[in-house]
């Protein structure tokens, strides 16, 4: 099958009905917490100047972008997450810990990217992507080739791309794509780099149940190469 030559957002928006909590967050904290329309200017988004701008594409029920958003008060963090229960889940979380430094949009990232200027990002993270394990869905996949080109574009040289699964089809699919686009060096020197998870990076929900199934799972970081210039003769 040849691979599509851009990405089409196929997994769910909603799901079970709210809890009175997560209802509350969705109507009174999400609607201040959006993304504005139209091209995004990184330098306001926040209401302070940000000394880097992350990006967690898939945050599920967001414990890892809070975490991460807690611990890092002048980056500024947008999370995509199509399925509403999780961005009610993250804004419930948000106003909890009273995070400044966040901003949500709740569905498909790929529009995000297009947004953004270039080299905005200074890291991205993508955790436990849905696999589509089944062959006639691959093409469902978000790490392929339209994302990791936006994600080049987007990604200042440098910024480092965080990517995990607990799926060994889906493992092998992304470490070829990445490895062959021109744009990401993978960082591992050892082993361990792909199988311990960093300290600065906790475990997420869908990886704990993994965990708990006795799947084991896999951490990679790439980094944005330099751009090569080319000579002109
Ligand atoms: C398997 S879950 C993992 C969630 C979370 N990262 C974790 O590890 O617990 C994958 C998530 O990616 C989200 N997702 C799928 N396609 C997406 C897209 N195009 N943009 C943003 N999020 C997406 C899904 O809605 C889902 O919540």
Known sequence: MNEPTDYRFYGRRRGRPLNPGRRRALDTVLPALLLPDGPLDPAALFGFDIEDLWLEIGFGAGEHLAWQAARRPRVGFIGAEPYINGAASLAARADAEGLANLRIHCDDATPVLDRLPGRALGRVFILFPDPWPKARHRHRRIVARPLLD???????????????????????????????????????????????????????????????????????????RQAVAIPVV
């Open 150 to 224: 936006r994600l080049a574009r987007t990604m200042r040289e440098g910024a480092e791309l965080r990517v995990a699964t607990d799926h060994g089809g889906y493992l092998d699919w992304m470490l070829e794509r990445l490895t062959a686009h021109s744009a990401f060096a993978w960082t591992a020197a050892s082993a361990d780099d792909w199988r311990q998870r960093p300290a600065d990076w906790p475990e997420t929900r869908y990886e704990a149940k993994a965990r708990m199934a006795g799947v084991k799972s896999t951490y990679l970081r790439f980094i944005r």
